[in-house]
Every structure is written in structure tokens, then in C-alpha cells.
């Protein structure tokens, strides 16, 4: 496939050009993103809760097609975020190259009002989605920290049960307060924190994995993966299967988020250019880690991998640095909660602005003064909306706790649509692909086998909910 260059002649559809508020040119918005900043973004959006689960997946897999599938997401990944940032910008005769701040925006203009509302649709429930997975997993670390120091002080065989429902609402009650950072250029500083968070769990992980290979004396696991048994039938083992393939797909959830980390960028050097470097940094290191996260989990514990790494007390010793690394996973998952959710805190008040921009309630605004920081400017609709936000994601995770189930669903939604779909329809569009054309035709196969695997996995998921 050829890589898109939106900056030659786009076929866009203008007449969409007046519904799309960030269409227009606006330069005097000042951008000071750079290559780090948006490597840091990216990192907080890839390395994630998936990556705790990565192992359980390559247990259900195997060691064959486990790496494999893993690889092909991640080339997947890659390239849909190459199409994706040559979207940014689209030329005009007129008013010169602007912007589509958001990923909608530039659906609109090549493929139509009605994609682009479908876009909007799958993006924002997959953010919203993300949101109650990032709410489940801080509540399982902190627990699991609580659970470490209560095995370590009565041993492995005392019954440490604590209740995850109250740390949900405290992580609520923080997101509540984080929320209110006015936009997605404001929480640079979190993805750094939350960035190296995530290597440092991440990297935790592997050597406790490794560890337990060496204590073993050999490697666990099997070609084709956990077999079948009487626990585990034959139609388990293909439930389970399909789950594992949503999981995965779970931990490469980026190309929800390309064109609005691209918009925190300089323009100097291109965009483009600066998010590419960034994406193929970040998505072969991410790579890398998830590797030796998974293999050596599942070398360390076989068909006894547990469903979160770092959670499932596969690891009970040094208890400190199972500690240590779930509080980095605590501290990442505040950061990457807002990092998702800002882009659509920004769509639904934007078009509440649109819909009604006399509202008084919309606009009112008071101002905060707030010790070393100077004055936060507050305002009503964003304080209530919000905070009816975070209350929902907090809700439904205390309704449906299921790690693995909830982390397949979300990686089925999310990666047919916006990893593969969009960004090929767009692709079509710009180049005038014909078809019929052995171009067209090899596109459409492959978007086709991309759809039925994101069903397969979302049907898997769907299963796994229904039973948990």
C-alpha cells in the first residue's frame, strides 16, 4: 500500500467545510508540542492496562501465533497512524493548508457528514469505554498492593480479600478534580508522568517474569497454547482464543488519538513528519516491551498465566516491587484516563457552544485563585458535565469489574473502524483509487478480514461479560 500524502491535491468534500469549526484555519491558536511530547502522549495512550494482559492472550495463543498476531497489530497500528497524520493537513487554493483538529474532522472532508458522524460515534464510545477500563484496573493494582502486603505479612495462603468498589470512587473523586483541565493541550505533563510510569511498570514486569523463568529452570507454555480439558472444552478454548485476539488489539488502542496529538504539535518541522518519527519510536519500542512482558509471563507461569500480570499473584516476592510496580500503574492510569477522555470532553462542549451559544449556563465562568499557579478559570457547564462523566465511567465499572472481558470488547470496537476503515476510505478517496482496480480490491479484502476479526473478538468478549 502506498503511504498517503494528503498534501497533493485531496478530493475533499467542501461543502462540509462550514459544519466543521476546526476546518478553519487557525493559526493564531499557539501550538508548542514537539517530537518528545507527543512521543510522551502516545506512550500514555499505548502502554496502558493491556499490556498486564498480554501474557494471559499469548497463553491462549501459543508461542506461534501469539508473537504473530502481536506484530501484525503493531505494522497495523504503524501504518494506520502514517495515513492518519498525513490527514492532518489538507491544502486549500484559497486560505492555505489547514487543520482538522480532530479525527471526525477529517472524515468529514474526504468521505462525507454521515462517516464522519459514524467516526464520531465508535471514537467517543471507545474513549468512554476506556475510561471504565482505566477505572477497573487502578481499582485491581490498588488491591492488589493492599492484597501483596497482607499475603506477605500471613502468607500465601491467608484469605486477602478487599473490596475494589470504594477505590473506584476515590480514583472517581480524583478524575473529578483532573477533569477540569481545560483541554488536551493542557495535559502534556501528565503523559510524561504517566509515560514514564508506564516503562517502569512495564519493565517491572518483564523482570519479575524473567526471574521466575530462572527460578524454574525452564520455559512453560506450549505451541498451541493452553490445551483442552475438561475445564476448558473445545468451545472454551475458541471463546477464550478470540478474547485474547481483542486483547491484544486492546493494547494498541492509538489511532483513536493520531490527529488530536498531532494538533499539540509546532508546524515547524511538519507535523506529519514529527508524528511519524514519534509513532514509529513509540510503536516498535512499545512493541519490544510487550514481547518480553508476555513471553516471559508466559514462559514463567504456562497455562497458569493469570489474566493481569502484575494483579493475578503469579508474583508474590519482593512484595515492595510488586508494590512499587502497580503504584506506577496506579499513578500512569490517572494520567492516561484524562489523555483519553480530554478529546471528548472537548467534542461535547464544543457542540453544546454550537447548539445553543447564548446560553448563559453554557458560559458562565468564574475565576479561581489556586496557590503557585495563579487563577484557574472555572467554569459551570464544564464543572457539571464532567463530573457527570466521571460518575458514569465510575458507575458501570463497579457494575461490569471484568479486566480481560472489558479490555477485549473495547479492542474489538475500536480497531476495525478506526485502525483500518477510516483510514483506507480515506486513502481511496485522495489517491482515486478505482475500482475494481487490484489496488481497490486488495484494500477491500483487507479491511474485510480486519472486520470479521474485530466481530469474532467483539462476539468473544461479548461471551466472556455474559458468563463473568
Not at 114 to 127: D, F, I, R
Not at 388 to 409: E, K, M, R
Request: hydrophobic share 45%.
Amino acid at each position: 500500500m502506498a503511504e498517503l500524502e494528503c498534501s497533493s491535491n485531496p478530493v475533499i468534500h467542501t461543502s462540509n467545510l462550514s459544519h466543521s469549526n476546526g476546518c478553519e484555519n487557525d493559526e493564531h491558536f499557539i501550538r508548542t508540542g514537539t517530537f518528545w511530547t507527543a512521543t510522551a502522549h502516545i506512550v500514555t495512550a499505548v502502554i496502558g492496562a493491556g499490556v498486564l494482559s498480554l501474557a494471559w492472550s499469548v497463553a491462549q495463543l501459543g508461542w506461534i501465533a501469539g508473537p504473530t498476531i502481536m506484530i501484525i497489530f503493531a505494522v497495523i497500528t504503524y501504518y494506520s497512524s502514517c495515513l492518519l497524520a498525513d490527514c492532518y493537513k489538507f491544502p486549500d487554493p484559497v486560505t492555505g493548508p489547514n487543520r482538522n483538529p480532530r479525527y471526525r474532522d477529517a472524515v468529514r472532508l474526504y468521505l462525507g457528514t454521515k462517516k464522519a458522524w459514524m467516526c464520531g460515534l465508535v471514537q467517543y464510545v471507545s474513549l468512554y469505554g476506556i475510561g471504565i477500563a482505566y477505572t477497573i484496573t487502578t481499582s485491581i493494582s490498588i488491591r492488589a498492593i493492599k492484597q501483596s502486603d497482607c499475603y506477605h505479612k500471613n502468607g500465601h495462603a491467608y484469605h486477602c480479600h478487599f473490596s475494589e468498589n470504594t477505590i473506584m470512587i476515590l480514583f472517581g473523586l480524583t478524575q473529578v478534580i483532573l477533569s477540569q483541565i481545560p483541554n488536551f493541550h493542557n495535559v502534556w505533563g501528565l503523559s510524561i508522568v504517566a509515560a514514564i510510569m508506564s516503562f517502569t511498570y512495564a519493565s517491572i514486569g518483564a523482570g519479575l517474569g524473567i526471574g521466575k523463568v530462572v527460578e524454574n529452570g525452564k520455559f512453560r507454555g506450549s505451541i498451541g497454547g493452553i490445551s483442552t480439558s475438561p475445564i476448558t472444552s473445545t468451545s472454551r478454548k475458541v471463546w477464550l482464543v478470540l478474547q485474547a485476539i481483542g486483547d491484544i488489539a486492546f493494547s494498541y488502542p492509538y489511532s483513536v488519538l493520531v490527529i488530536e496529538i498531532e494538533d499539540t504539535l509546532k508546524s515547524k518541522p511538519p507535523e506529519n513528519k514529527t508524528m511519524k518519527k514519534a509513532s514509529l519510536l513509540v510503536v516498535t519500542t512499545t512493541t519490544l516491551f510487550y514481547m518480553l512482558c508476555s513471553f516471559f509471563g508466559y514462559a514463567a507461569f504456562g497455562d497458569d498465566t493469570p489474566g493481569n500480570l502484575l494483579t493475578g499473584f503469579g508474583f508474590y516476592e519482593p512484595y515492595w516491587l510488586v508494590d512499587f510496580a502497580n503504584a506506577c500503574i496506579v499513578v500512569h492510569l490517572v494520567g492516561a484516563y484524562q489523555v483519553f477522555c480530554q478529546p471528548l470532553f472537548a467534542f461535547i462542549e464544543d457542540w453544546f457552544l454550537n447548539k445553543w451559544p447564548n446560553n448563559a449556563i453554557l458560559h458562565y465562568e468564574w475565576d479561581i485563585p489556586i496557590p503557585l499557579l495563579g487563577l484557574y478559570n472555572a467554569k459551570l457547564f464544564r464543572l457539571l458535565w464532567r463530573t457527570a462523566f466521571v460518575i458514569t465511567t465510575t458507575v458501570i465499572a463497579i457494575l461490569f469489574p471484568f479486566f480481560n472481558q472489558v479490555l477485549g470488547l473495547l479492542g474489538a470496537i475500536n480497531f476495525w473502524p478506526l485502525a483500518v476503515y477510516f483510514p483506507i476510505g480515506m486513502y481511496i478517496v485522495h489517491n482515486k483509487v478505482q475500482m475494481w482496480s487490484v489496488d481497490w480490491v486488495l484494500l477491500q479484502a483487507f479491511s474485510f478480514v480486519c472486520l470479521l476479526i474485530s466481530l469474532a473478538c467483539a462476539v468473544g468478549s461479548m461471551e466472556g461479560l455474559v458468563k463473568g
